[in-house]
């Protein structure tokens, strides 16, 4: 596993733009797949966007593609979540996960490493 620290979240109004980073330390950190949660208030954790270790495959949830995009700098062993049109519905606790076994997305994400998240609101 790899130890991951999410920072960047913070109040933002509706239409805002927002950039949240997740630091990645450990043995297994570069270049390995990683992605993206959120946890809404009394709902439950859903997938919002996955990276491959090299960069060259994303995915995203219908919900925020055209709106955000996830890149990672694999020299910092970073990743990020550019987050754009912000919506009061993207409030959320949002976190960074990784897959210390590879370097690809796999199916249902499985990864076996998360942050602690970091929180993202969006005032109307």
């Known amino acids: 596993q790899v130890q991951l620290v999410e920072s960047g979240g913070g109040e933002v109004q509706a239409g805002d733009s927002l950039r949240i980073s997740c630091a990645a330390s450990g043995r297994t950190a570069r270049n390995i797949a990683s992605g993206w949660f959120r946890q809404a208030p009394g709902k439950e954790r859903e997938f919002v966007a996955a990276i491959s270790g090299s960069g060259n495959s994303k995915y995203y949830a219908d919900s925020v593609k055209g709106r955000f995009t996830i890149s990672r700098d694999n020299a910092k062993s970073t990743a990020f979540l550019q987050m754009s049109s912000l919506k009061p519905e993207d409030t959320a606790v949002y976190y960074c996960?990784?897959?210390?076994?590879?370097?690809?997305?796999?199916?249902?994400?499985?990864?076996?490493?998360w942050g602690q998240g970091t929180q993202v609101t969006v005032s109307s």
């Open positions: 996960a990784a897959d210390s076994t590879s370097q690809y997305v796999r199916v249902q994400y499985p990864f076996d490493s």
